[in-house]
């Protein structure tokens, strides 16, 4: 069963393993970068218009070698949480 | 831009496809499979889908991939631009299926087409997922429009209408309302449903809408319960395909399948049940299953006939391969993992391909099988050392050359080692020269193997008259050439091969005169021919030697008609035709032509892959310098690295970086640079003397008298300045001497009667050069080139401040070049200099 967020969108975050260089920056397009607190790790944050397009995303990234810890849907009611 | 992104089964191309049927203007549809991931192979669908949609074929687009062997991708990307800039109909470029690609290289090219935003064409990206675009500025500046997911899937009403269309259907408002929620609106999978819901009810397995699930696998097998199993394996393997057509399906299944229908009627049946096919050509000749519904019989395919595959795939890539398509005969035989297959295709097809000097096609094919794969294969080794000739690509071809001599050619055949011998002597002649062996590998390989080909044959004729020649057997080499004109008609490539042959030998022995009488045999047998290659050739010889002659108006029309086969024949001597316009115009004193010029060569050696075109390039800018009487500037870049020579930079190129470095050492070096320099031109003379290379001789005679005049040693500069004047006077090789009395006036004074040389007395050579206006020295002042360009600057009234800007030395090194020319003109001052010079 496809949830709103495949269909309307939604926040996601992605975690990767690696340092924050230009060619993460400019493959991840309009997601924002955060260097984890301590770890060898980066959280992607941003709104991505459904599944297709985190799966462009997912793409890039496995393209450019970063390794992916996690991917998870904030629902758009915790966006909040992101600013 | 339009971005069609959602997964498959969403009806995207047919969407589009429906679209633009309603639209005016031309349609590119450039539907990609695996293996346009490939730059080359993606350059040349491209240029296909961009040509067949327009009313005019554009030579610019067919050439691409040709060009991309030599040219780096930003200049490809500017030619697509460029020329799709000049599309004068509105054109849409569809690309399906661009989830496929991963090559970087397409992406920046697609990209960049984005940005442009080409008045007259229109992208439109069908994928799976996001390309990997700034799609995010695209949509702030609003370039770009997305239909996705949620824009596609169908709602209640759209099933509902979708139903309507087909009588033989029906369901109830709950059963629908069943199928949109459980499929959430994949179109696909309603499809499906419906499909397998058309049977007749008595013979249907689905009993009710609530067992189905939008499992394909699952879906396809109730609708194959459905089908004729014959039917139903036919379209399996069918499947296998790309793509295919009724002779296809007809061959496949009379190899695979006894007892099946025909290729006509499956296609009529697949269409009739609106079995997920799709056109792939606007002819209507070319059917592919729907991605999703292909793959899926494929793994049906798989779990229950695994070992029909193979044979398979190997069954089409012979069937293409007897169609005269090699591409998907090599990447068929790939798939059936059947590298053999794929490497004998190769060397099936070569010999038609390179009959039509389209070596570059070879290359494509040849860089498809894994190099652990070539290096294991004498035939496949062989056909990348006929590239490596035609792209000069010398580092390739010398580790080739070493790895089929470790291989071994025992168990070959006499053609294969009599091919590998050819090549050696190739390589013996050109890369790097000693004619003894090369003589010896080449006529064994005669011996071993006869051939009459152009290709072939007739090349090895031509390659051994020049080791020959390059034995001082010129003679022989000769008529081993005019032996074989008898043999072949006079229109065949054959022919006038041999000729090419005759003018190779001449060039090498300096003989410009029969040089250009062969020639002009070439240029009348290939003019209104297809032989392009031997065009760009011939124009470009014609070029050379009237340049050496200095005919200026034949050469600078021979050397532009040479620039029209660009990418054809090789690109060294390409690059050697715009020096030849160079310099001719330089010589010529046209300075907005040369410097025209100059920035074309220095345009393309940007663009060309191979770094060397830059030195290339460097070498005639510090010629046109050292024209001008500038070459002190390029003093520094002359002296570094400049006594390594390479016997096989010489041959019979117009502009050669080594002898150029020592033009300038001679003319602006210190004494002990100038005598270092002419040692090293005794030794590029004995080196070029031993392999009988006798066209670059009179510039280095010259040279030496040039580098002995600034040594003082009158005598020797004389000796060699007579040498000079009388091997130029009897070829009539005006442009050596012209060049030299250019750039060194002064020494032509050593000359006290010039009467016996035609070439200054007949040439206006001597008039314009020992009274020139504006060369205000002369040797009995004795000042340096230098010297002499600081009171060409006074004399043009600029300050001493200026004149130190403008040669890049401080003020304190102009003064003390002044306290020297006063003393050396016994003079007090500026004034009385201009006044003695005036005199």
Redesign the interface.
Known sequence: MLTSSALAGAIYQIRVTGELNTTLLNAVDDMQLRQENGQNSIALVGWLPDQSALLGLLYRLNEIRYEILSVEIFAPNESTLMT | MILL???AGYGKSVLVSQWIKEKEGANAWLSLNDSMNDTAVFLIYLGEALNTCSSRKREVFINLHKQYTFLSWEAIIEIIVNAATELEEKTRLIIDDY?LI?NPEIHQLVEVLIREEIRNLQIIII??????F???ELRLYQKMQ?I???DL?FEKEEAIELLALDDSISLTNDEINTVVKRT?GWILAIRMILLARSFPVEDNKIKGIENISNNLDQLLSYISLNLEPKFFRQMQLCALCDQFNVELIDSICDFAYEGSCKGEVLLAKLKELNLFILATDSDGGWYRFHHLVGETLIRNLKKTDPDIIISIYTHISEWFSDKNFVDEAINYAIKAENYELACSQIIKHRASILDKDQWWVLKRWLDKIPRQIRNANIDILLTELLVCEETWNIEDFSSILNRIESIGLENSNAENISRYLFHLGYFLTFVEPNPKKAVEALEQSIALFHDESALFGVRRESVVACSRQMLGLTALALKSLEDIHEKFERSSKSYVRSFDGKVLVHLLSGNFESANNDLKKILFLVQDSDFLYLKGWSSYYQGNIAFQFFQKDRAMNAFKKALEYEGIFNYRAYFDALAGLTLISSLKKDEKTTASFLEQMGQLAIKLKDRKFKNYYRSVQARINWHTGQGDKELSWATADWVKQHPSSYLFLIDVPELTKLRIVVSHGTHAQIEEAITVLEEVEAILKSVHNGYQLIDIALLKAMGFFRLQRKKRAVKWLEEALIQADKNEMIRPVLEATLVMPSLFNLIEDPSPYRILTHTGLDLATRKTPGSPASASNGLTLREQELVRLIAKGLRNKEIADLLNISTGTVKSHLTNIYSKLQVPNRISMLRKIED
């Open positions: 992104s959602a997964p989830y991963s994928s799976r997922w996001d390309p990997p700034q799609l995010r997305e996705r997911m949620a899937k959430e």
